[in-house]
Structures are given as C-alpha cells and as structure tokens.
C-alpha cells in the first residue's frame, strides 16, 4: 500500500511469510541481498535451489511449546536448514515427497518422553485438520503448542502431554480459538550440539 519501502530488510521479512524466495517478486533484491551477503562473508553462498542428489527442509516460521504455549516473536535459530539425500528420503520420513515437511524447534519438557527437549522436530504443514491420534503443531487461544491430540467420544480432544508430570485437558474445537498448523512426523536428537 505504499506505506513501507520494499527494500532488501521488508524483502527478507515478506519472503519469509510467503514461504519463497525473493527472486520470486524481486531478481532486483535477490541480487542485492547476494551482493551484501557476500561482503558481510566470502564464504556466505545463497541457498538456492536443491541439488539433483538432495532435498533441503528449511525451518518452520512457528515457535511450538512442549509446555505452557509459546508465543511466537522473532527468535534465532541453531539450525535453519538440512540437505537430506534423495536416496535416505524415503528411509528417514516414509515417503518420498517432501513438499510440505519443515524443520522446527520444540521449546519446553511436556513431550521429553518422545521430543527430547534438545532435538529438531520434522513437522508435515500440510495438515492443517485433525486426521486420526497423533503429535501436532496447533494453536490454541494465541499460544501455539506441540502436544498430542487424541478424539474422545464426545468429539471433544484430550490434548496430551507424554511427560506425566503435565496433565492432559480436553476442549471442543468449535468452540476454541484452536487451528492445526502441522503434524509431527520424526525428530533429530540434538543432544550432542548442545553439549
């Protein structure tokens, strides 16, 4: 609308948002993000397309809490991207294509006895509604949790967390400020970065 520059900074933020990369609505900025990149680090490449042997997964935009609920501000992330070989594709996530799958972070111990709390979760965006028990990135109320959702006889959910020291709640979706983001499909336990 006029009101902010699209400059390389509003650039960075819309593509993020979008889910593309600025090349997608501006060559312009993509050249000049390149371009500055390669001053800050000559060693600093671009990610571009994926090569013909692997597939990247980048980051999920999203915060999930394995506790209270997270709110999601801009946060730093330890690892924003993974290059998986095609030929292991099928071997570490059962199914071949990978349009959809993100990287995310879990952030607290409610679901330690699956997410160990030093781990990066691989989450399937591309369900956004309930389809049968299992672990999901969903918000509720403004606050966005990775908890296990389970359908109760009244078509209620019992949201679960697998540490027993949290209990479970139920609540009916009509009637909640609720939405599915994701379903949680594996992790990678991260322990050894951490130290």
Known sequence: ????PLNAAVASVFARLLRVGVGEFSERLER?????AKGVSSTLEPISGDSKDTTTLRQF?????CGNGALNPDFPELIRTIEVPNDKIFQLFGKQDLTGIYLISPDGDSMK???????????DSRVNSFTGDGIYVFVLNGHTYMKRLQRCPDNSLEIISDNRAYKSFNI????????????YMCNLPLEMMYG
């Open 1 to 4: 609308n006029g009101i902010n």
């Open 32 to 36: 000049e993000i390149i371009d500055m």
């Open 61 to 65: 935009d999203i915060r999930a809490s």
């Open 172 to 183: 009916k979706p009509a009637n909640e400020d609720f939405f599915i983001a994701a379903r």
């Open 113 to 123: 006895d699956t997410i160990p709390v030093k781990s990066l979760v691989f989450v």
